[in-house]
């Protein structure tokens, strides 16, 4: 373990093997840090943070902090981060509130841009990318390899699925799709997330059926069950399609264009 001179860790925390801690960095008691992470300098960790192995934390990111939410009241809550993330300056990453599990969390090779902010009871998944100044409202769900671009906003309780793709600017006011680009204010799907689908190795025969189920929900409208017997009755009905077919119908069976809202109307 290397920690500079003028950083501070207390006593209690638990630093593991290889961790570089830089200059003017703030480590608090209850913070847990992995083999292999680097803290720059001017990093804060405070609360109940657990930080896995072979992160990079760059200067002025503030992780756990108390939740912004008028209700909390102190309660131990927590941020767990997983293995190989990249976490890019001035990146604010809250702990939660009691309202659910009591964990912000972010899985593993995870990519947050500078100036970007996680807020309490949020859920990232692996190998997410969150450019500069991206803005998650808390109780936000983000599933597996989505990408979000510069300047977006999103609003709380909102899910983003697996392989989607939001554009710059954009104000995500509604769950987005797996496999969907979506861009707008608000954001509406506007294609295929193609790019994303190739880079991923994902099939011909899977990306053909995406679009075709794209045309039916997103241009036809002719409904999700009606675009269901269309689909199979053409051989598209894919496990890729199935899951993008059920995340539509839960995010309708939902409130304001959000599944997860049921959740907080409870």
């Not at 894919?238 to 069976?253: D, I, K, R």
Request: aromatic share 6%.
């Amino acid at each position: 373990m290397a920690v500079a001179s003028t950083a501070f860790v207390d006593p209690r925390a638990e630093i593991d093997r290889d961790v570089e801690i830089g200059p003017f960095c703030v480590v608090g008691p209850e913070v847990r840090i992995g083999r292999g992470t680097r803290l720059e300098n001017g990093v804060t960790l405070m609360g109940r943070v657990t930080l896995g192995e072979y992160n990079h934390i760059y200067p002025g990111t503030v992780i756990g902090a108390p939740p912004q939410d008028l209700s909390y009241q102190g309660e131990d809550t927590a941020v767990t981060i997983g293995d190989h993330n990249v976490i890019r300056e001035s990146v604010t990453i809250n702990r939660a509130t009691t309202k659910e599990e009591g964990v912000t969390s972010i899985g593993d090779h995870c990519y947050l841009m500078a100036c970007s902010h996680v807020a309490h009871d949020c859920r990232l998944s692996d190998r997410i990318v969150m450019a500069n100044a991206t803005l998650l409202g808390g109780h936000v769900h983000v599933h597996d390899d989505a990408t979000l671009s510069g300047g977006a906003a999103v609003h709380h309780f909102t899910t983003i699925g697996s392989f989607s793709f939001v554009s710059g600017l954009s104000r995500v006011l509604h769950d987005v799709p797996p496999f969907i680009l979506v861009e707008g204010q608000p954001t509406r799907p506007r294609c295929v997330n193609v790019v994303a689908l190739k880079r991923n190795d994902f099939p011909a025969d899977t990306i053909r059926a995406l679009a075709e189920a794209y045309k039916l929900i997103y241009r036809s409208k002719v409904g999700l069950d009606h675009a269901r017997e269309i689909l199979r009755n053409n051989g598209y009905l894919v496990p890729a399609v199935n899951h993008l077919l059920g995340f539509v119908q839960n995010q309708h069976e939902g409130r304001h264009g959000r599944g997860r809202e049921r959740r907080r109307a409870a």
